[in-house]
């Protein structure tokens, strides 16, 4: 970001053009890796955002049905959903090699790879907090007793 404006107000100082769309695409890359990615990093450090208006006084095994269900009933049937959506896109942009509609963009085809990609990493992590979840229900696993988000 910052090399691309500085490249378009030196190059206007030049006369030649510096800036790149593949830049200001590179930024928009790494942004979307950054989040994708990181989700399900997030659910494993227990870090989403979340109201924890209730969920603080409740007990470990209250705390973990809550994260079961939330977890068996949301954060699984929506990340199938995404992934069952975007499959025929994301088919659909690797039969073409799509790439970016813009001049000296980059292709389009691998950053749509990385939704499928994040939302099956984010069920694997799913998956491991179910199996937690379920641990301390059956009184086989002691939860941790640091907060949501908090520092132990």
Known sequence: GTWNVMGRYLGNWLGRN???NAFIETQ???FDLVFLLGAA???KHNEHVRVDVFQSRWSPRRRALAELLG???FLMPFCIM???VSWGAIAASW???EGSPDPGGLPRYPIKTMIVVSFGLLILQGISETIKNLSILLGRH???VTPPGGQP
Do not use: D, K, Q, R
């Open 18 to 20: 510096l800036s790149s």
């Open 28 to 30: 928009w890359y790494l």
């Open 71 to 73: 977890t068996l009933f």
């Open 95 to 97: 039969a073409t090699l």
């Open 142 to 144: 002691t939860p941790e």
């Open 41 to 43: 990093y997030t659910l």
């Open 82 to 84: 995404v992934i069952w």
